[in-house]
Nanobody, 126 residues
Framework: QVQLVESGGGLVQAGGSLRLSCAAS????????VAWFRHAPEKEREFVAA????????NYADSVKGRFTISRDNVDYTAYLQMNSLKAEDTAVYYC???????????????????WGQGTQVTVSS
């Protein structure tokens, strides 16, 4: 497994943008597919976006399509989630997840990822 650390969360007004980062501690994310999930109060943790280990497959939840972009840097040390046009309903704790098994061929679930970060809070004020 790999240790993951998220950063970049914060408070932003509706319509604003944030970029979340996910770094692997002590190693690269090479060979790992990476996903972002979020957990809002009184809701289950839900899938947001994923990129395959090859960087060639992307999946997004319908609620964020056209607003969020997942990416990974060229040397595979960090993955990102660029969030634009934020809405109050995007408020949640955002978690980065990684696994070598996920291929990117379908919408993933929590069970597809064995490595998780501690989460970063995103709060969007309306």
């Amino acid at each position: 497994q790999v240790q993951l650390v998220e950063s970049g969360g914060g408070l932003v007004q509706a319509g604003g943008s944030l970029r979340l980062s996910c770094a692997a501690s002590g190693r690269t994310l090479s060979g790992y597919s990476v996903a972002w999930f979020r957990h809002a109060p009184e809701k289950e943790r839900e899938f947001v976006a994923a990129v395959s280990w090859s960087g060639g497959r992307f999946n997004y939840a319908d609620s964020v399509k056209g607003r969020f972009t997942i990416s990974r840097d060229n040397v595979d040390y960090t993955a990102y989630l660029q969030m634009n046009s934020l809405k109050a309903e995007d408020t949640a704790v955002y978690y980065c997840a990684a696994d070598t098994r996920y291929t990117g061929a379908y919408y993933p679930t929590v069970g597809d990822f064995r490595s998780w970060g501690q989460g970063t809070q995103v709060t969007v004020s309306s």
